[in-house]
């Protein structure tokens, strides 16, 4: 009988456009809606691009024909339409908030009004403006932070005569003063609240322009990381840690189509603006992926929307869908030919021909020994730097015994100076996150072995005796948690090799015969009771590391012999055959590897320059859509 999935096939998502790994990587501005009138000098609120709001500002140009406007519109993401006034007509002026509870607050006004800078709050409804509690102190030319009508605040700005520190929160009928921002400025952009926000650039008095960026977290402001262009009256949109800033000037006249984006804790430069634009406050968006820009010198009426892509789901890397823009069916991949090695925090203590949590991640790591004497360091890696952990009870080097991960991780075997023999100890030892604990010694000891799996079914490979014993050693043992046992031999003795996988299904690849200082190609497979041959490394290579799957491993490092130099050659393995992809930027021997097929780091090791390195470099493959043939 015929399956439901055979007769009527499988249900897939449709796509207009293909996901991608970084929705930020893959965003652009867009053309929306026409203000009604040329403006800037303005400002805005709005939380999404289907619900945002213009009001204020001057006509553009300016002049008798063009006055400093109370008009205020709103969008539903297609156009602008016209609705009640502000009660005091202003331009410079700080707004915040969303369509249905906003405030705008400060500016400047000519008569009847009175001329120059001003203390006037307003509130909006979602259908009129009410005049409140006017400003502590008159202000001018900055962005204004909050979240509706009654959170916002006013950070620092021009008074008419000097540039101001002094910041105001406001609770939804008063303004009361709070600590000051650390340096002098205004034409500022600003995103956030009264209790988290970040201002960013603006003009100090003796500069032009400026990079500064401060973060308020309710109490006190901190500078944080700059923005990578220096630049004043400017727009924001976003949230206290995620968040997009745009346009404004490098110094008048003139203006930037430059795009910033702030993740928390470094700015980026995105795309362009299809219009560069300054004197410009309007700009809306409670989250980056609804940010909207309007109005701006020079830049007539014209509207810019932010657009992010669909991203990529982890959980579905792998699954099928519907790419309407282009009438093709698609999948969404990891391959590691396109994977990339990048820089990553330096150890503590250099290092060469240690041992390491295989099975580890990127951002869990753990590597041990081969430091300086007593030979026992232990670091943890959290994706961005080494900590130094409890030392290991034995110190050994001359060992790639690790198996596990940064919680749970059990190793044996090395060169133990203090032991006796100093060679070939037998030694082994578990590690709980925090610190280690001696086991059940294997039954033969060993240096320049290697192991994979984990804490509690662990493999341990071949490796040499040194000194007086037979040489390289064809033995294997495995870990059960409590104790090691023999199983079968290796078909060839083999030291100073790497290794990747799990307790029944692993490999073994490179190496090298200890009276024969050659270097081996070839990969022995494990499947948990037996030894068969893999596919052949594209070099011969000892004293490499390797991590991740039997389907999905990465080989990394090693010595090339001949002609005996350090390397930085790296391949893939895919379960049937190894291929070369992007080199290490550092050759190097005798690294530790940790992680799977799409995300790990290689430690340490030998460079040409080093008897000992810190360096670690990150492996990370970026997913990709590909196309598929369907019948």
């Known amino acids: 009988m015929a399956t439901y999935k055979k007769e009527k096939g499988f249900a897939v998502q449709t796509l207009s456009s293909d996901p991608v790994a970084s929705a930020i990587a893959g965003s652009s501005w867009s053309t929306g809606g026409n203000l009604p009138q ?43 339409t016209e ?27 000519t008569p009847p009004s009175g001329p120059g800078t001003q203390a006037y709050t307003e509130t909006w409804n979602g259908s009129s403006w009410t005049e409140t509690t006017d400003l502590n102190t008159k202000r001018r030319d900055n962005q204004g932070i909050g979240i509706s009508s009654s959170n916002a605040l006013a950070a620092a700005g021009y008074d008419g005569t000097t540039v101001s520190a002094n910041v105001e929160s406001w609770n939804g009928s008063s303004w009361t003063e709070v600590a000051e921002k650390n340096t002098l400025r205004y034409r500022t952009a600003a995103t956030g609240s009264n209790t988290a926000g970040i201002i960013a650039g603006g003009e100090i008095p003796s500069t032009a322009a400026s990079a500064l960026v401060e973060s308020w977290n309710g109490s006190a402001w901190t500078e944080i990381s700059d923005l ?88 579905n890397v792998g699954q099928v869908y519907y790419n309407s823009g282009s009438n093709a069916f698609k999948v969404t991949q990891q391959l590691a030919s396109a994977g990339t090695w990048s820089s990553g925090g330096n150890l503590n203590t250099a290092r060469f021909r240690f041992g390491g949590a295989v099975n580890a991640t990127q951002n869990a790591g753990l590597v041990f020994g081969a ?23 034995t110190g050994r080097y001359i060992s790639y015994g690790g198996a596990g991960t940064q919680t749970a991780c059990v190793t044996a075997g090395g ?16 590690y709980n996150g925090t610190s280690w604990t001696e086991g059940n010694d294997l039954n033969e000891g060993r240096i320049d072995c290697s192991t994979f799996g984990t804490s509690t079914d662990g493999v341990l490979v071949g490796g040499g005796e040194g000194p007086g014993g037979p040489g390289t050693v064809t033995s294997v043992e495995v870990y059960n948690g409590t104790s090691w046992t023999e199983t079968t031999d290796i078909p060839t003795a083999t030291q100073e090799m790497g290794s990747l996988g799990l307790g029944t299904a692993g490999l073994i690849f490179g190496g090298s015969v200890d009276s024969t200082p050659t270097a081996k190609n070839t990969t022995v497979e494990w499947n948990g009771t037996s030894w068969t041959s893999g596919g052949t490394y594209p070099i011969s290579v000892f004293y490499t590391t390797g991590f991740g799957s039997l389907t999905n491993g990465i080989g990394a490092g090693g010595i090339i012999s001949p002609p005996g130099a350090q390397s930085g050659v790296c391949c893939v393995y895919n379960g049937t055959s190894w291929s070369e992809v992007a080199e290490l930027t550092t050759a190097r021997i005798g690294t530790s590897g940790n992680g799977i097929g799409t995300s790990g780091f290689v430690a340490g090791g030998e460079s040409a320059s080093s008897p000992k390195v810190t360096t670690t470099e990150e492996w990370n493959v970026s997913e990709t859509n590909r196309t598929i043939t369907v019948s």
């Open 415 to 430: 060169y133990n100076p203090a032991g006796s023999p100093a060679y070939n100890t037998v030694v082994s030892e578990t």
């Open 371 to 393: 430091g300086d004497s007593p030979y026992g360091q232990t670091e943890e890696y959290n994706g961005t730097a080494w900590s130094e952990q409890n030392d290991l009870n």
């Open 228 to 315: 990578s262009t220096a630049r004043q009256a400017f727009a924001g949109a976003g949230t206290y840690t995620e968040t997009l800033v745009m346009g404004g000037t490098l110094g008048p006249p003139g203006s930037t189509a430059k795009t910033e984006y702030y993740d928390g804790s470094s700015w980026s430069e995105q795309a362009d603006l299809a219009n560069a634009r300054y004197i410009n406050y309007g700009g809306s968006g409670d989250t980056v992926a609804q940010s909207m820009v309007f109005g701006g010198e020079g830049r007539s009426n014209s509207t810019e929307e932010w657009n992010q892509p669909s991203t990529f789901d982890p959980l």
């Open 38 to 80: 040329a403006l800037y000098e303005n400002a805005g609120a709005g939380a999404t691009q289907s619900a945002s709001m213009n009001f204020g500002g001057q006509g553009n140009p300016p002049g008798p024909a063009h006055p400093f406007t109370a008009d205020t519109q709103t969008y539903d993401g297609t156009s602008w």
């Open 83 to 109: 609705v009640n006034n502000l009660n005091n007509g202003r331009r410079f002026l700080y707004g915040a908030g969303t369509l249905t509870s906003a405030i705008a607050f400060g500016g400047y006004t």
